[in-house]
């Protein structure tokens, strides 16, 4: 009886220290200044054009001065599936099997390229160098250059050609444009995922790989039991790139072939729906969110599947 009870609510609410509470605010003030710069553009120049995209989709905007601007709900997407448009799930096919195509010969190509360029040789630094070179040239100059190694009749591929009698108008061709573009896309972007896998390989510790030899493992196995699971993470993230990237390509395939011949992508189609001819940039937005969802689609699972298999160093 002599003795004073706790009261119950400071056992449920523990009693806070103004002293850290005070250093708490001193570092969340500058902090939260030095971010709403980023937040901010990240703001006007992400997600409010993402919210533009979305509500043009529900209109009949054509960016036509003086043409009067309906809503349509979702008649652009309804439109977009139907036979009446003629060129969605073409060119739906057409994108899944560029993606399909770029993801797995660039990784495989790529993965093959760095065990080979992490070895010791002589001028290995500059081969380094050189096989980033095509992701530093850019868009535009990687394509004429194909272009005009793939002229026909007078370029150096259609010389070649030319020993074995044989001819091909390359990227004017029906069966030849898609791979020759898949091809070009691909050595463009090896180079750089290349050396994703490189910096992965050259943080792996050497004390795995001579605990390895001891037990008597040779290169392949090296690779397989070593390398292989401790480069899960550049791998989740180079295969993801490729497959983003690729899914919403056209900027290559413009310069190439401006989607004529088989290679008419969503991204080549939003494009051309929306700015070549009359245009219908209402309906070219539906595309545009679209792809957008497909994108999710691919993308989410395919990073929860690769992200299981992830290992730590």
Request: no cysteine; proline share 6%; hydrophobic share 50%.
């Amino acid at each position: 009886m002599g003795q004073t009870e706790t009261p119950a609510r400071w056992l449920q609410t523990p009693r806070r220290r103004p002293a850290a509470r005070g250093w708490r605010s001193s570092y969340a003030r500058p902090g939260a200044a030095a971010m709403s710069p980023g937040i901010i553009a990240y703001l006007l120049f992400s997600l409010v054009p993402a919210l533009g995209t979305f509500v043009i989709s529900m209109t009949n905007y054509s960016g036509i001065p003086g043409l009067p601007v309906r809503f349509v709900g979702l008649g652009n997407f309804a439109s977009m599936v139907s036979s009446a448009a003629g060129g969605f799930l073409p060119s739906l096919e057409i994108t899944m099997t560029f993606a399909v195509s770029v993801t797995l010969v660039q990784n495989v190509a790529a993965l093959g390229l760095a065990v080979l360029l992490r070895n010791r040789f002589p001028l290995v630094g500059l081969m380094r160098a050189l096989i980033f070179l095509p992701a530093a040239l850019g868009v535009t100059i990687n394509g004429i250059l194909w272009l005009l190694i793939f002229t026909p009749n007078q370029g150096p591929a259609a010389s070649v050609l030319a020993v074995f009698h044989r001819s091909s108008a390359f990227f004017g061709s029906p069966s030849a444009a898609l791979p020759l573009v898949i091809f070009v896309q691909i050595w463009a972007n090896v180079g750089f995922t290349t050396l994703i896998y490189l910096a992965s390989m050259d943080n792996i510790p050497e004390d795995y790989y001579d605990a390895a030899r001891l037990d008597g493992a040779g290169r392949w196995h090296l690779f397989r039991g070593v390398t292989y699971p401790l480069i899960s993470t550049a791998m989740t993230v180079s295969i993801l790139l490729a497959a983003v990237g690729s899914m919403n390509v056209y900027d290559i395939i413009y310069v190439l072939t401006g989607g004529v011949n088989n290679t008419m992508t969503l991204g080549m189609y939003m494009f051309n729906t929306s700015f070549v001819g009359s245009g219908d940039l209402g309906l070219g937005a539906a595309v545009s969110v679209m792809m957008f969802v497909l994108t999710l689609v691919v993308a989410l699972p395919l990073q929860w599947i690769l992200r299981r298999r992830e290992v730590s160093v």
